[in-house]
């Protein structure tokens, strides 16, 4: 009697848990959930969606692939690392091609791997990042005469000189990791939000997708904690993919909300220097006194944004209000606030009592030498040096004689390297 598409996902997890533990434990957290919405395998962290009739006629190598697959999205972080503007199908697709190529380069041989993708696909996501792969696809992406004109949808055909657009029905999709409801725009139980559809174009056309679900705070805490036991279970049997471990030790890694950097950083460039003094002959005899002896020229901060659009004005706004708040209470004597893309073409300083509110800024590219260089050659010498970018910019040639830190919007700079200075994430919604 053949198995039902339930039980046989059953039977590969089980299998898991006894081949790739690292997978098998981790997959008996997600309760199966059967969708017609989903042309294969998806996730959104709580429930294993899939297609009956896809699970049906794939091999039991191809659903445990299925099921790896899935736990490494979450595993990556897919759902929160989306760029910010990031075409979430085109994403998703970034994602599921470095997936893909790391499990087939640890030895997996389900025959969905070929077929689904092949050697071409494999040679570009392999040793990058997802980040990196969905800026080629974007770059790459043909669209359709009627995205072409701008005309919104549906107020024009999908379609281009191959034929109509097809939805949910690209090649890079069918392996895993595609959107509940994708394809239709119709609410599901692994979407999000208002269910609304986002419109896209992806390399093979116009496609209809919703926005993916994000999970809670208390749900990532939790898969953080499964993911690190379970690495250490399969460690322990000597089971655990190698590709992992760098993985597994990024989890590990303290997070430092910005603001207690910016804060400590400050802190040391404004509080002064100490030093002993003696009493004075009308407080008499005793011993020497500690206090603090402020610099006679005092040096401020300078908060320098990066304005080339990556960083919306709400999120501009946000940093510079929370930031010149820390600097303020750990004694900044000034503040001054300096706009740049290629070049700086705006600064205006703020004190206790002046502040600009509103101001305009300008989208081009981005660098960061015309801006250290002004700042450097200013009559009044910074202390600290804050800088919101994200980070694919022009370094400065020279390290200035102050403290650097560069502040990079989640989604931008992970990756980049920063010559000098302190690099952090700024997450806003970090309290």
Not at 40 to 58: H, N, Q, R, V, W
Not at 294 to 303: E, Q, S, T, Y
Request: glycine share 10%; charged share 25%.
């Amino acid at each position: 009697m053949a198995l039902s598409p339930e039980d046989r996902l059953i039977k590969a997890r089980v299998a898991l848990i006894k081949d790739k533990p690292f997978y098998g434990r981790l997959a008996m957290r997600l309760h199966l959930c059967q969708s017609n919405q989903v042309p294969t395998t998806a996730t959104d962290g709580e429930y294993l969606y899939y297609s009956p009739e896809f699970i049906e006629k794939i091999t039991e190598n191809d659903i445990e692939f299925c099921v790896e697959h899935e736990i490494m999205h979450i595993v990556q972080n897919a759902f929160d690392r989306r760029p910010m503007g990031a075409d979430p199908m085109i994403w998703n697709l970034a994602c599921d091609y470095v997936i893909d190529t790391l499990i087939k380069d640890s030895g997996c041989t389900a025959p969905i791997l070929d077929e689904y993708r092949g050697k071409k696909i494999y040679d570009m996501a392999r040793d990058k990042t997802s980040e990196q792969i969905y800026k080629l696809l974007r770059e790459n992406q043909p669209k359709c005469p009627g995205c072409e004109a701008g005309t919104p949808p549906p107020q024009h055909k999908h379609g281009n000189e191959n034929g109509p657009c097809e939805q949910g029905n690209d090649p890079g999709q069918g392996s895993g990791g595609s959107t509940p409801g994708q394809g239709d725009g119709k609410d599901s139980p692994g979407q999000g939000g208002s269910g609304m559809p986002a419109h896209t174009c992806n390399p093979k056309g116009c496609v209809t997708g919703p926005m993916s679900k994000k999970m809670t705070e208390q749900q990532k805490s939790q898969w953080k904690q499964a993911i690190v036991g379970a690495a250490e279970y399969a460690r322990g049997k000597g089971k655990l993919p190698g590709y992992l471990s760098d993985m597994i030790g990024k989890l590990l890694e303290p997070t430092v909300n910005w603001k207690e950097i910016v804060r400590y950083s400050a802190a040391k460039a404004f509080r002064g220097r100490y030093t002993w003094t003696r009493p004075s002959r009308r407080q008499g005899k005793g011993f020497p006194l500690r206090r603090i002896a402020r610099d006679p020229n005092p040096k401020g901060a300078v908060i320098m944004l990066d304005t080339s659009g990556s960083i919306s004005d709400k999120e501009l706004i946000q940093f510079v209000s929370e930031s010149v708040e820390i600097l303020r209470v750990c004694k900044a004597p000034w503040v001054d606030i300096m706009l740049h893309d290629t070049d700086c073409y705006k600064v205006w300083r703020i004190t206790k009592t002046s502040a600009e509110d509103k101001w305009e800024v300008r989208r081009g590219g981005t660098s960061h030498v015309d801006v250290f260089k002004k700042c450097l050659e200013a009559n009044d010498k910074p202390g600290l040096i804050v800088a919101f970018t994200d980070l694919a910019t022009d370094f400065p040639p020279d390290m200035p004689p102050c403290e650097v830190i560069w502040a990079h919007p989640k989604g931008y700079g992970e990756n980049a390297t920063i010559p000098w200075g302190i690099k952090v994430l700024v997450n806003m919604e970090d309290n």
